[in-house]
């Protein structure tokens, strides 16, 4: 069973769209979080839900919004998407906020 | 901006051989963390060293830490070709709860 799963994992539109990437943890964590990692392997935290409660935003558009429906799931809408946002959209669960992090497989959205 | 910075970029070395890589970063920490990215995969934790702590194994794994320095150090001894990933420091801030991760080095094992 896949401890972090997001989908899709490869993800095409047109700018101007708006698109959601879903992520699911099986493993009890109570901390999730969204990175994205540009073309030059960067990785920046975007957001974090420690149970279903958002404790970290950092500068983010706010084209974009995550939802933590409960503490298994934090998905991440982005609206009225640009050629800019094109990155690999990773999402990760920790049991706290101070413990290693579980990822998962990565979302990689392209806007032409 | 990043907070850990890796030394070299990149590393080509021929199976058998040991690989070291460096990170440094700027600010206090709690812990520091290591992670390795296979092409096209999520990151994998792969090793968590305390503040407190200056050395720390796992299996061909070393980790040393410098609080002083403000900088870690990973050792890959007897390199694999299934070693070859991009290897990232983290950051785990003793002023916020975030993890903050290096630009990463980029190892190659040649079979």
């Known amino acids: 069973d896949t401890a972090v799963s997001q989908t899709p994992k490869y993800l095409v539109t047109q700018m101007g769209n708006d698109k959601s990437i879903k992520c699911e943890q099986n493993l009890g964590h109570d901390t999730m979080y969204w990175y994205k990692q540009d073309s030059k392997k960067f990785l920046k935290i975007m957001f974090s839900y420690n149970n279903k409660e958002l404790i970290i935003n950092e500068t983010v558009p706010n084209r974009f919004s995550p939802k933590s429906p409960d503490k298994a799931h934090l998905n991440l809408h982005i609206n009225s998407l640009e050629l800019g946002d094109s990155a690999v959209y990773f999402c990760a669960s920790s049991q706290d906020s101070r413990g290693g992090y579980t990822f998962g497989s990565g979302t990689r959205l392209t806007v032409v | 901006s990043q907070q850990g910075e890796e030394d070299p970029q990149a590393l080509s070395i021929q199976e058998g051989e040991n690989a070291t890589m460096n990170c440094s970063y700027k600010?206090?920490?709690?812990?520091l963390q290591w992670y390795r990215q296979n092409s096209g995969r999520g990151l994998v934790h792969l090793i968590l060293?305390?503040?407190?702590?200056r050395e720390k194994h796992s299996g061909r794994l070393r980790v040393t830490l410098d609080t002083s320095k403000k900088s870690s150090s990973l050792l890959i001894t007897a390199s694999r070709a299934a070693d070859t990933a991009s290897y990232f420091c983290?950051?785990?801030?003793?002023?916020?709860?975030?993890?903050?991760f290096g630009a990463g080095t980029t190892v190659t094992v040649r079979a």
């Open positions: 060293i305390r503040s407190n702590e």
């Open positions: 600010t206090s920490i709690n812990n």
């Open positions: 983290a950051t785990d801030g003793s002023d916020d709860y975030k993890l903050s």
